[in-house]
């Protein structure tokens, strides 16, 4: 029998608020544990919380770059458990009322094959049920701190952390379109500068629902839910063992059980962490200490005029305006600040193709071996433009502008100055050029006579010496052209 997957995820963005959801405590990574706290995170007794006005901003915008419905009044809500790093004994959420409902993305997506490429792209459109606005909890810490064989420490420096919940609708059918989908929420909230993104230090952190079901049957198999999973490559891993699990249980006759999970990347696997046979009853109220949010037509429209170009339209308008595969402009949009190099780049230069393959080939790899971004890349953009108009005149070669380019990154200096300091400039004397292909023939007869038998690959070798001679300086069109004439 075949089965199918059926995928649904929640998804937690940090918002980059300065301050917290409730107070003014600061929202900072990496500070002493328990440092950003006050009376109001930590859950004393009479401390109120007041609304953080850039939270529901950021919000806004992430609800709208995500096509939802921002309702005009939504309600906080006490959502009661008890877990130690929860101090109040109650997180505030948003419960049936939320901030935003009802949304559509349409996104870009491809099953893989064995090494990870992407197959075939397509486009695939998922439904978002809500977005609403929480309060994180704290952190509890279970290794590297003293007796921790014996004892969990708690850092809530992360509890009052402004979160937007993202619900989809189970609206995907592989790993590789959840993984996929993730990108690119994650590339919307760092298009809008509302979430940072960053994984690893969980900011952007992900629940995935998954069940499978006889294909071609409407009705849902048994959902197990794998929690906190904190990179893309673990969610699609994650999502790959727990399919092939359920459907080996299927095909054996057994029962699958509705369960939380958790993901081991060490041993590859799912582990069941708690039975969830019956839904959890948080006994939602309204937060008496906060009245409904409000907001009006007039403040929504004036949040949608703060939308940059999204993702998914700049990644169209690079295909159309300039050319590019539709995996060169995937790259190209990854991030807004690498869109806008290229963009500029492009613009200056001239030459759209050239801006993508300098910037895809080499300046991608430098900054990766020097572990840094665009926004550190000590290349200009006008620099690296200028360079281009130098190699599409010829001034210089491809072959020498290669070499100019390293300087760049390595100094920061402009093309001019590095082509100048180093006498890089093209030959484009014919009869230098002319002179050098004579003395080269003169001095190899025997891969002359070689060549003339028959041996054409050999042309290859008399471009490279003719290069070698000049130091890669002599114009490689005018070369091969000499070449061809002198060699017959």
């Known amino acids: 029998m075949e089965y199918e997957a059926v995928i649904g995820l929640e998804i937690h963005a940090q918002l980059k608020t300065k301050s917290k959801i409730f107070c003014g405590c600061s929202t900072r990574f990496g500070d002493e544990p328990n440092s950003n706290t006050c009376p109001v995170c930590l859950g004393l007794p009479g401390a109120l919380p007041v609304l953080n006005r850039e939270a529901v901003e950021m919000a806004g915008k992430a609800a709208l770059a995500l096509n939802l419905k921002i309702n005009n009044t939504s309600i906080f809500a006490r959502k009661n458990y008890f877990y130690p790093d929860l101090p109040k004994g109650y997180q505030i959420s948003q419960y049936d009322r939320p901030f ?22 397509r486009r695939k459109r998922v439904g978002i049920t809500r977005l609403h606005i929480e309060e994180d909890a704290g952190k509890s810490l279970h290794e590297g701190m003293p007796e921790s064989a014996r004892k969990s420490y708690v850092d809530l420096n992360r509890s009052g952390v402004p979160l937007a919940e993202i619900v989809t609708e189970p609206d995907l059918r592989s790993p590789w379109e959840a993984y996929d989908f993730v990108q ?100 939602y109220f309204p937060e008496p200490d906060l009245p409904p949010l409000i907001v009006s037509s007039e403040w929504v429209n004036r949040i949608r005029a703060l939308l940059p170009e999204l993702p998914e339209e700049k990644r169209q308008r690079f295909i159309d305006q300039y050319g590019l ?32 393959n300098w910037i895809l080939s080499e300046l991608l790899r430098e900054l990766k071996n020097a572990n840094a971004d665009i926004s550190q890349c000590p290349v200009a953009p006008q620099n690296l433009a200028a360079m281009i108009k130098l190699i599409d005149n010829g001034t210089i070669s491809g072959k020498i502008g290669k070499t100019v380019f390293e300087e760049m990154f390595a100094s920061g200096k402009p093309a001019e100055q590095i082509i100048e300091e180093k006498g890089l400039v093209q030959i484009t004397d014919l009869g230098e050029i002319e002179r050098t292909v004579q003395q080269v023939v003169a001095n190899n007869p025997k891969q002359v006579e070689q060549y003339r038998a028959g041996k054409a690959g050999l042309f290859g070798f008399f471009v490279g010496q003719v290069m070698k001679a000049t130091q890669g300086k002599a114009n490689p069109q005018s070369v091969n052209e000499i070449l061809k004439r002198i060699l017959g």
Request: some cysteine; aromatic content about 8%; proline content about 2%.
């Open 100 to 121: 935003s409902s009802h949304g559509l993305v349409e996104f870009q997506t491809s099953e893989r094959d064995e090494t990870g490429h992407p197959v075939q792209w």
């Open 325 to 356: 595969s539709i995996d060169d402009a995937g790259t190209l949009t990854a991030t807004r600040d690498l869109a806008d190099y290229y963009e500029a780049v492009a613009r200056q230069s001239g030459n759209a193709r050239a801006s993508a």
């Open 184 to 283: 690119h929420l994650r590339r919307t909230l760092q298009y809008v500068d509302v979430c940072d993104g960053n994984m690893e230090e969980g900011s952007l952190r992900c629940d995935a629902n998954v069940s499978v079901r006889p294909k071609g049957q409407e009705k849902f198999g048994t959902k197990a839910e794998i929690k906190n999973l904190n990179s893309f490559r673990f969610l699609q891993r994650a999502l790959e063992y727990e399919i092939k699990r359920q459907i080996r249980a299927l095909e054996n006759g057994e029962r699958i059980v509705q369960e939380t999970r958790l993901w081991s990347e060490r041993d590859g696997k799912t582990y069941p962490m708690r039975s969830k046979e019956e839904a959890h009853d948080y006994r």
